[in-house]
């Protein structure tokens, strides 16, 4: 096997440990030590494969959006309404995310980093992939935003920028998920926690992303 194929399956065996990891403990609780030892290599050899963790971290990130996108596209029909297109692209995206919650991990990682710091942490290549990855889940409402400003249901001046902001306000709301209570106050002024309504969430979060995209009267 040449040195390029060896090193490309090399990086794929760390990739895969990192989500498998992921997959079962969440980020915050895979370390750089347990993905060396899932792959049976020294952890100095990941960092000849990706220069920082948070290079390993957004590769990772592009593997969930690759997965997501593939269920996008799946359940995106151009035959349906924008607004059902809008209602479906949100309740796929908040399904994957309940699903996989070190996907959420990753997203809201590299999320806290501005992205002149990103720069210094990842290379231009895969920054540039990662980039990639997210703009074709973005695509999928990007295309149903302009089908809804044809039609004259929606009037979006910058739906790439309403892409942006879906996607912010699905992680926020996956956290919310995630922790499974809602914070409420009793009678007496002292907050409590009580069981999340999940199905209630879901659909005000489509009304959230309703009120963004939709002519208003």
């Known amino acids: 096997m040449a040195i390029v194929e060896r090193r490309a399956q090399r990086t794929r065996e760390i990739l895969d440990a990192t989500r498998a990891l992921f997959d079962e403990r969440r980020m915050r609780d895979a ?3 347990d ?18 963790k ?9 593997d969930y959006l690759n997965q997501l996108e593939t ?7 151009p035959q349906l309404s924008p607004i059902e297109r809008i209602d479906t692209i949100t309740v796929e995206f908040l399904s ?6 070190a996907f959420v991990d990753c997203a809201q990682s590299l999320l806290r ?3 002149s710091e990103l720069l210094e942490q990842i290379s231009l290549d895969r920054l540039t ?6 703009n074709r889940c973005f695509d999928h409402i990007t295309s149903a935003i302009l089908a809804g400003n044809a039609s004259g249901d929606f009037d979006v001046k910058d739906p790439e920028l309403v892409a942006n902001i879906m996607y912010t306000q699905g992680l926020g709301i ?12 009793l009678n007496s002024g002292l907050p409590t926690m009580e069981h999340l309504p999940t199905t209630e969430v879901l659909d005000l979060a489509k009304r959230s992303v309703r009120a963004i995209v939709e002519v208003q009267d």
Not at 71 to 77: F, G, M, N, T, V
């Open 71 to 77: 269920r996008l596209a799946k359940s995106d029909d």
């Open 96 to 101: 994957y995310g309940s699903e996989y919650p």
């Open 129 to 134: 992939e990662l980039g990639a990855a997210i």
């Open 174 to 185: 996956l956290n919310l998920v995630t922790f499974q209570r809602s914070i409420r106050e």
């Open 54 to 62: 948070e290079e390993l971290f957004a590769m990772t990130l592009v």
């Open 35 to 52: 993905i060396a030892r899932a792959v049976g290599i020294n952890r100095a050899i990941i960092y000849r494969h990706f220069t920082t």
């Open 31 to 33: 370390q750089i030590e």
């Open 113 to 115: 980093h501005r992205g």
